[in-house]
Each structure stands twice: as C-alpha cells, then as structure tokens.
Nanobody, 119 residues
Framework: QVQLVESGGGLVQAGGSLRLSCVAAGRTWGYYGMGWFRQAPGKEREFVAA????????DWRDSVQGRFSISRDNAKNTVYLQMNSLQPADTAVYYCTLMVGRTLPSNYWGQGTQVTVSS
C-alpha cells in the first residue's frame, strides 16, 4: 500500500508564491519517480511536473515551465513543488502521485490540496 499526503496549498494573489509538499509512505519502490497533477473545476486532471528518483530528470507542463520548480528529498520521501509568479489560471486542486513514466501517473493519489490564485 502507498500513502501520499499533500500540504501547502492556500489562497494567494496573482504574482505570489506557494510551496507544496508531498510525503510518501509505504511501498514506493519500483516507480519512476514522483509528480504533481492538478484539476480545475469542470476540467480534467492534467500533468504539471514530475521528477525521477535521482532528481536528475524533470518534466514540465509548458504553461508552468520557468515559474514552477520541482525537487525531492529522498531521505524524507518528500517531493516539493515551488510555484512562483502564480496566475489565476493556476487555480486548481493539486495532487501528488507516484509516476510510472515521465508523465504517466500510477493509480496512487494523495487527497489533494487547494490552490487558489486571486486576480
């Protein structure tokens, strides 16, 4: 079993920053890495960013590249998503997942954390 717990969401004005954290527990070995997806109201869940276990390879959604950064602390089994220059279009529930490929999620998801960006 795998448990994923996100934190760090909140309400921020456009141009502001937030840092999301996700702690993984349980059978986390055998996966490509960890990643973040988001889902806005009325829209499908979409890929945001991913990082492999070594931290040497990252993948990004085009609209967030240059504004968001992803990192990991393997000793803490934690992945972070630093979000800068936030825009109202970034408003969504953000979910952490184990990745089976560079942009392909597993079936394990956290409960999600709400990010709201006001204009």
């Amino acid at each position: 079993q795998v448990q994923l717990v996100e934190s760090g969401g909140g309400l921020v004005q456009a141009g502001g920053s937030l840092r999301l954290s996700c702690v993984a527990a349980g059978r986390t070995w055998g996966y490509y890495g960890m990643g973040w997806f988001r889902q806005a109201p009325g829209k499908e869940r979409e890929f945001v960013a991913a990082i492999d276990w070594s931290g040497g390879s990252t993948d990004w959604r085009d609209s967030v590249q240059g504004r968001f950064s992803i990192s990991r602390d393997n000793a803490k089994n934690t992945v972070y998503l630093q979000m800068n220059s936030l825009q109202p279009a970034d408003t969504a529930v953000y979910y952490c997942t184990l990745m089976v490929g560079r942009t392909l999620p597993s079936n394990y998801w956290g409960q999600g954390t709400q990010v709201t960006v006001s204009s």
